[in-house]
């Protein structure tokens, strides 16, 4: 493949590179994400908007959503009414969360029931190190924060999968009911082990009831092949588009434009919920921009969002050599040959997707250009075999330009994706252009 890179990139990519594996490792659940990126903001002198009275050019303001989503804003110079640059990602994963009543005994052995979370291929789950994440009230009302199995002194958990010596009938079954939902329940311990939660942390089974426990996998990030170009690990949909569109907002200085980073929770379940990017607590940080800003009025919101563009930076499958049949050749992603934007996704005929307008398209393209952005302009996979969605259509009904653009991944949803570090680079690069340009 020709290389598209320059040397003094290869260097700063690398560097990069470090700086998200580190990122990707230490934050493993939508929580953990957004309590980090909330450190990242304070050191870097952002403010919760609600602490300020007034906002002017250069401001730099921040809102949590239940601790599961955020937005957060680069005040810039122009009327507000002009609109917005915004660059959204999502910060939940797939992963396996407990069940409110999971365990169990079966013969010297305690297990834990689960309900998976977002779209999975079950088989991949099982016999992998899984470490714990989470909170529960524990008898006495106290809160108990969890982070269990990253460390190397630390246990992991686990999911059985049989072995092939007694596997005949199961191999024989078709992919999807190999292992069902109800087979994926995670190895506790011997037994015992409603004591030592009991004694070691104040829980009782009951306590399970209310808590949020999610297991993932507990495989370290890490570059993967003899060139260290690629990058494997748990969770890189969406969290390298939530990493490269921070890094690029923290970059901005005093822009025209005002510039929001949305990092929305429960993209993988279809954005239902109040901390979705469904949510109109969106509208209500955008309002108190207005508020503060400028002044609000009736319409005031509508007129901005009418103005205002947006990337919606997710992942897109990439190009996989051992499945070549999925993909068409002229239109896939590949790894290597920079970000990737889709006009539109959906499944069928472009079910369920918002598309793209070609005068936001060109726009965004000379600007790209001017600034020699690598991209590649791509769908995903071949056409009636599957497809997906993002939270591109939730802005674009408020009237919002959206495309779709983030990074090309292999193995989606896997408990170990995998990106190359250049285009992960190049989206850094093409979110700060998308910040500090009017498009
Ligand atoms: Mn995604
Ligand atoms: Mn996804």
Redesign the pocket.
């Known amino acids: 493949m020709e290389n598209f890179f320059e040397e003094k990139e290869l260097k700063e990519s690398c560097y990069f590179a470090k700086d998200y594996i580190d990122f990707i490792n230490e934050c493993r659940t939508e929580k953990e994400v957004i309590a980090k990126v909330k450190d990242i903001l304070f050191e870097n002198k952002f403010k919760c908007i609600e602490e300020m009275e007034t906002l002017n050019p250069g401001d730099k303001v921040f809102f949590v959503n239940k601790d599961k989503s955020m937005y957060i804003a680069v005040i810039g110079e122009d009327s507000i009414l002009d609109g917005l640059n915004i660059v959204g990602?999502?910060v939940d994963s797939p992963r396996i969360d407990l069940r409110p009543n999971p365990i169990y005994e079966n013969n010297g052995l305690t297990l834990f029931k689960t309900h998976y979370y977002g779209g999975i291929k079950k088989y991949q789950w099982t016999a992998i190190p899984l470490s714990m994440h989470g909170v529960i009230y524990n008898e006495k009302g106290e809160k108990q924060i969890f982070k269990l199995g990253d460390n190397d002194d630390e246990p992991v958990f686990t999911i059985t999968d049989l072995l092939p010596h007694l596997a005949e009938k199961q191999m024989d079954k078709p992919m999807k009911e190999a292992v069902n939902g109800e087979e994926l329940n995670i190895l506790a311990g011997k037994e015992k082990i409603e004591e030592i939660l009991k004694e070691k942390y104040a829980i009782e089974k009951e306590n399970f009831e209310f808590a949020e426990i999610e297991f993932v996998p507990e495989l370290k990030a890490k570059f993967v092949g003899f060139d260290q170009t690629l990058i494997g690990g748990y969770g890189q949909?969406?969290r390298s588009?939530v990493f490269t569109s921070l890094k690029a907002l923290l970059n901005v200085k005093i822009p025209k434009r005002t510039c929001v980073c949305i990092l929305a929770d429960k993209?993988?379940i279809g954005s239902y919920g109040n901390t979705s990017m469904s949510s109109n607590i969106f509208d209500y940080f955008i309002n108190q921009i207005i508020d503060k800003k400028e002044g609000n009025f009736v319409g005031a919101i509508q007129k901005v969002y009418l103005n205002s563009v947006m990337l919606s930076a997710?992942?897109n499958g990439a190009y996989d050599p051992n499945y070549p049949d999925v993909f068409e050749n002229n239109n896939a992603a590949y790894l290597g040959k920079g970000v990737n934007f889709c006009k539109y996704t959906g499944s069928k005929g472009k079910s369920g997707s918002s598309e793209a307008n070609v005068e936001f398209m060109i726009r965004l393209k000379n600007k790209l250009d001017e600034n020699n952005i690598k991209y590649q302009f791509t769908e995903m996979g071949k056409l009636d075999i599957g497809g997906g969605g993002?939270i591109a259509f939730i802005l674009a009904d408020k009237g919002i330009d959206v495309i779709d653009c983030?990074l090309p991944l292999l193995s989606?949803h896997s408990p170990y994706e995998v990106i190359d570090k250049n285009d992960l680079y190049e989206a850094f690069k093409n979110y700060k252009i998308f910040f500090e340009e009017i498009i």
Request: glycine residues 8%.
């Open positions: 990602s999502h949909d969406d588009c993209e993988e997710d992942v993002t983030g989606m």
